[in-house]
């Protein structure tokens, strides 16, 4: 893979100030593994907090408005959280498509808007249990990508892809290897075939859905496994830092 692999922490709705400790000491010693590109998505109330503290790692949202500044109560819209510090947006993730019924629409409406005040987007895709089981889930998910991915060139260096199915969040069941490593070949065909293969190569796809410092290195070491995007486990600067130095050595293996 090109780039380094990108380690990406998704608080949620999880933190309040005493978090801005677990940043600092992600942020320090993320320093020494510089091998891993490092970043944490915390609720809109500490994105600014969070970027002060931060010299090494990214800052960046977990949504945005689909939409201009204006009369929105609220609401927050990206040039916003550019303006806190923000240079990423996570959109399409699956608690919010499940919270807010989200459609394809509406994360379209929100990926220009964020594309319009600079900032990168981490697009998520994933399917549930059932969906699985009726053996479907490849389709769900490169149908859920063909719904939302942006559809100009240059928005490839820009964006990250992160499979998660959703049975695997929250839930400390993780996909099987094998698993993981078809579904993430497939997003990859289907970016080579939006973007062309030499854009495609700069999007990295992350996989996210119970990963943690036990399970990251023999995930991070699939093919097309870009990186991880980490909900609980992010919590804690330890266990945080855990998966971001299996990453760093997968890099050097
Ligand atoms: O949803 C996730 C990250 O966006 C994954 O959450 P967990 O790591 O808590 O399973």
């Not at 939409?67 to 919010?96: P, Q």
């Not at 097309?224 to 855990?242: N, P, Q, T």
Request: with cysteine; hydrophobic share 40%; net charge negative.
């Amino acid at each position: 893979m090109a780039e380094r692999p990108y380690i990406v922490g998704n608080w949620k709705m999880n933190g309040t100030r005493a978090m801005l400790s677990e940043a600092r000491a992600i942020d320090r010693a993320a320093q020494r593994y510089m091998k891993a590109e490092v970043a944490v998505a915390p609720p809109y109330t500490l994105i600014h907090a969070v970027h002060r503290e931060a010299e090494q790692i990214g800052v960046g949202a977990q949504d945005c408005f689909p939409g201009d500044d204006g009369a929105h109560t609220g609401d927050i819209s990206a040039t916003m959280i550019a303006d806190a510090g923000a240079k990423f947006v996570i959109l399409g993730h699956s608690e919010r498509r499940a919270d807010h019924r989200e459609t394809a629409d509406q994360i379209n409406a929100k990926i220009q808007s964020a594309l319009d005040a600079g900032l990168r987007i981490i697009l998520c895709c994933g399917e549930t249990l059932p969906t699985r089981e009726k053996g479907e889930a490849e389709k769900f998910v490169l149908d859920q990508l063909r719904a939302s991915l942006p559809q100009i060139e240059d928005a490839a260096e820009r964006l990250t892809v992160a499979y998660e199915p959703v049975w695997a969040i929250g839930t400390g069941k993780t996909a099987t290897p094998a698993d993981i490593e078809a579904m993430h070949r497939a997003i990859r065909r289907l970016l080579d075939e939006t973007y062309g293969e030499e854009h495609s190569a700069q999007v990295r796809i992350l996989y996210g859905g119970s990963v943690k410092p036990e399970n990251a290195r023999e995930i991070l070491s699939l093919p097309e496994v870009g990186g991880a995007l980490v909900g609980g486990a992010s919590l804690s600067a330890e266990s945080f830092l855990g998966i971001v130095v299996a990453a760093s050595e997968t890099e050097e293996a």
